[in-house]
Nanobody, 122 residues
Framework: QEQLVESGGGSVQPGGSLRLSCAGS????????VGWFRQAPGKEREGVAC????????YHADSVKGRFLIARDNAKNTVYLQMNSLLPEDTAVYFC???????????????WGQGTQVTVSS
């Protein structure tokens, strides 16, 4: 069965850090573009960071640039999202995704994880 399994969410104070992990099961992530998306209550899902498998480029949304970093570990078939200097507005459910698209847009991705909650609050 092809699936993505996320871990690493939780609660943290503003300014703190978390690292999200996304492991592929039945999916060889090295051949896919991968991305992290988030959805806050009452808001649309947005692309946070993506890694294009064809040209190796990465994309980070302006709201997280300089604070978040997407990275792959092909040996572990895992994708990470390192999140530093977290802000209350980063609170959301975070999803990892894999697909064949070139852009960090949810309609470009075919496989989705179950989501993990990140809460930033004092």
């Amino acid at each position: 069965q092809e699936q993505l399994v996320e871990s690493g969410g939780g609660s943290v104070q503003p300014g703190g850090s978390l690292r999200l992990s996304c492991a592929g099961s039945g999916l060889f992530l090295e051949v896919y573009s991968v991305g992290w998306f988030r959805q806050a209550p009452g808001k649309e899902r947005e692309g946070v960071a993506c890694s294009n498998n064809r040209d190796g480029r990465t994309y980070h949304a302006d709201s997280v640039k300089g604070r978040f970093l997407i990275a792959r570990d092909n040996a572990k078939n895992t994708v990470y999202l390192q999140m530093n200097s977290l802000l209350p507005e980063d609170t959301a459910v975070y999803f990892c995704a894999a697909g064949w698209g070139d852009y960090c847009s949810s309609d470009e991705f075919d496989y989705w994880g179950q989501g993990t909650q990140v809460t930033v609050s004092s």
